[in-house]
């Protein structure tokens, strides 16, 4: 068994943040004790037993290391009640004023234990409120996953066939085509089933049409200014 201490070996202070994680570097730095073990060479020392060449080399395939460091805390980083000194024991009770480590030796004088990391996250948003308690319980992929997407999905339902619709609902001046529909409730109210047919007809057929609709929605402005729509227009007058 053979032992090497390295000084300042780590840092343990880590800093968790949503998009990053950091070491505090320049924190308080642990030593620690590196530890060579060779089990049959240990048992054969146990047993009192003469260590020959043959039994060393055999013993090479039984070495493993350990590593052991210094705690943060005098009574280890388990939390044992008694085992702390007062300022330990705030710290631990009321989350602070801690021990502050400013050199890589201020707790060489503390027992060695496993390696470990201690952690510090970054605040998450509170409980209180909808949004704070729904970031909470559930997060910012299933806040994304419910809102977004399905706001989303709402607005191209909303959306779609829009271009088709322009046509029937953005119409300059309906008038014609509402005369049309009164002429046909007209005709079918004294009876002349014929006309009614022949106007409901005209009807459909100038709805088909997108240019036959927007000649008859045409404002009185744009009569003038080209000849082929006035004269499709007086036609279907």
């Known amino acids: 068994t053979g032992h090497v201490y390295l000084e300042a070996f780590y840092s343990p202070f880590i800093y968790n943040a949503p998009l990053t994680v950091e070491i505090y570097s320049d924190t308080v730095t642990v030593g620690c004790n590196l530890t060579f073990h060779n089990e049959e060479l240990e048992q054969q020392r ?8 043959g039994n060393a080399a055999s013993g090479l395939h039984n070495i493993y290391t350990t590593l052991w460091c210094h705690a943060l805390f005098s009574g280890g980083n388990g ?7 007062t300022t330990e024991t705030n710290c631990f009770n009321s989350l602070g004023p801690c021990p502050n480590y400013d050199n890589s030796t201020a707790n060489d004088d503390h027992p060695m234990t496993p390696m470990y990391f201690a952690i510090s ?17 559930f997060g ?8 977004i997407l399905t706001l989303g999905r709402v607005l191209r339902w909303v959306l779609t066939g829009m271009a088709y619709r322009v046509p029937l609902e953005d119409q300059q001046d309906p ?9 046909i409730k007209l005709a079918r109210a004294e009876g002349q089933l014929s006309l009614d047919e022949e106007l409901y007809f005209e009807l459909i057929i100038i709805y088909q049409s997108t240019e036959l609709l927007r000649m008859w929605t045409a404002g009185e402005y744009q009569l003038s200014s080209s000849g082929a729509v006035v004269a499709e227009k007086d036609h279907l007058q």
């Open 79 to 85: 939390v044992t009640a008694g085992s702390f000194n």
């Open 46 to 53: 146990a047993n009192g037993e003469e260590l020959s060449g």
């Open 140 to 147: 910012v992929i299933a806040l994304y996953s419910t809102f």
């Open 121 to 137: 996250s970054a605040k998450v948003p509170s409980g209180a409120g909808l949004v704070g308690g729904f970031l909470v319980s």
């Open 175 to 183: 008038t014609r085509l509402i005369t049309l529909v009164e002429d």
